[in-house]
Structures are given as structure tokens and as C-alpha cells.
């Protein structure tokens, strides 16, 4: 069974502080993706990496691909209340739009 | 552009008992995957269809089932509901025009089993 592990599983930090989020799997990705998910609603897709080592930014996020497609992290910079979520990460190991998702983190920004 | 919406959005049902979700995807969209949401398991691919045939399958029972519409509305159903369906049914909508799969999700049902 596909497996992809995030680290932390929780996290609760102050307004303003950095934190990274990571995503791991014995598996090569063909592609991988962030969402993020709010209470009560489903994942909002954040982006998504195709290309080993690649780096995208999306204002204070940031989000990197291994080289070696088998991991990804996301950092956040000065986090925000806003930032609050459970952040998941997917990937497809087959080119099949079969995703395998990981086990989650769950972030709470204190103001 | 309308996002996928989901109906209904919560439903309690009895042991025993059946259950037919609903999905509607955003227009021009033509696969259609299907997600259990708990908190023990997390995110769980169900299956996914696209132009109205099954692409994909998850490694749930039989008791899981879908089928997809000529609209490309799907609905999932559940027979002889188990206490452990209890879950969030998400589903998700995505373009066969981006060679990069992107989901697009909808608000999700609450299934409460008694």
C-alpha cells in the first residue's frame, strides 16, 4: 500500500512565526499536490509540482518538490490566523489520476 | 464559474439501510473521483469516472458503488450502511483539458450511521 507520510501531524504557533510542512513516500510522484482544507468544506487546491527540485511560491507559501519526486515541503512565512487548516498533500505514483493523499497536517495560527 | 456542489449535505441513516450521493461537477469537467474523509484513515480514494465509465477504483467493498451521468453528474451509493461509513463523502471534479490533474472539491456530505 502507496503511503504518504506528513510531519508534523500538529502544529500550533504564534502570528508572525515560520514553519515548514513536509510530505514523504517511498514512491516516486509523477505529480504532487497541496490543498488545503477548512473545517466543513472540502480541499482547496494550493498547487501543484511536476518536476524534481522545482520551487513555487504562492505569497507567504512556499513549496518545493525533492529531486528525486519522493517528498515535498511547504513553508509558510509570518504565518497568519488565516493559515489555520488541515494541509494535505497528494500524489499520483502511476500517471493513472489515481491520488494517494497523506495523512494530513493540522495548523492553528494563534493571533 | 458554479463549483462542484454536493447533495445532500448531511444525512443520518440506520444501520442496515442504503445511501445515494449526489455530485455535480463543474461545467466542462468529465472525471469525477470520489473521497471518504475520517478522522482515523484520513482521505480515502473511492473510485473515479470519467465519460461515464470507471477509470479508477479504491480498495473499499462492494458495497461501495458509483456511476456517472452523459452530463457528467455522478452520484456514489452505499448499501447496507456500517456503523464505520460514518464519514465525510467528498467529491471531486476535474478537467480533461490540463494534462495536469487538478481537483477541484466540493463542500462534501456528512453521513452519520446510528
Known amino acids: 500500500t502507496q503511503l504518504l507520510e506528513q510531519s508534523p501531524q500538529f502544529l500550533s504557533i504564534q502570528e508572525g512565526e515560520n514553519l515548514t510542512v513536509y510530505c514523504n513516500s517511498s514512491?516516486?510522484?509523477?505529480?504532487l499536490q497541496w490543498y488545503r482544507q477548512e473545517p466543513g468544506e472540502g480541499p482547496v487546491l494550493l498547487v501543484t509540482?511536476?518536476?524534481?527540485?522545482e520551487v513555487k511560491k504562492l505569497k507567504r507559501l512556499t513549496f518545493q518538490f525533492g529531486d528525486a519526486r519522493k517528498d515535498s515541503s511547504l513553508h509558510i512565512t509570518a504565518a497568519q490566523p488565516g493559515d489555520t487548516g488541515l494541509y494535505l498533500c497528494?500524489?499520483?505514483?502511476?500517471?493513472?489520476?489515481?491520488?494517494?493523499f497523506g495523512t494530513g497536517t493540522r495548523l492553528k495560527v494563534l493571533a | 464559474k458554479a463549483g462542484v456542489t454536493q447533495t445532500p449535505r448531511y444525512l443520518i441513516k440506520t444501520r442496515g439501510q442504503q445511501v445515494t450521493l449526489s455530485c455535480s461537477p463543474i461545467?466542462?469537467?468529465?472525471?469525477v473521483s470520489w473521497y471518504q474523509q475520517t478522522p482515523g484513515q484520513g482521505l480515502q480514494f473511492l473510485f473515479e469516472?470519467?465519460?461515464?465509465?470507471?477509470?479508477n477504483k479504491g480498495n473499499f467493498p462492494g458495497r461501495f458503488s458509483g456511476r456517472q451521468f452523459s452530463n457528467s453528474r455522478s452520484e456514489m451509493n452505499v448499501s447496507t450502511l456500517e456503523l464505520g461509513d460514518s464519514a465525510l463523502y467528498l467529491c471531486?471534479?476535474?478537467?480533461?483539458?490540463?494534462?495536469?490533474?487538478?481537483?477541484?472539491f466540493g463542500p462534501g456530505t456528512r453521513l452519520t450511521v446510528t
Open positions: 471531486a471534479s476535474s478537467s480533461p483539458d490540463t494534462w495536469i490533474y487538478e481537483q477541484y
Open positions: 514512491s516516486v510522484f509523477s505529480s
Open positions: 509540482v511536476v518536476t524534481g527540485g
Open positions: 497528494a500524489g499520483d505514483t502511476s500517471g493513472t489520476y489515481k491520488y494517494i
Open positions: 461545467s466542462g469537467h468529465r472525471s
Open positions: 469516472y470519467f465519460s461515464e465509465t470507471q477509470r
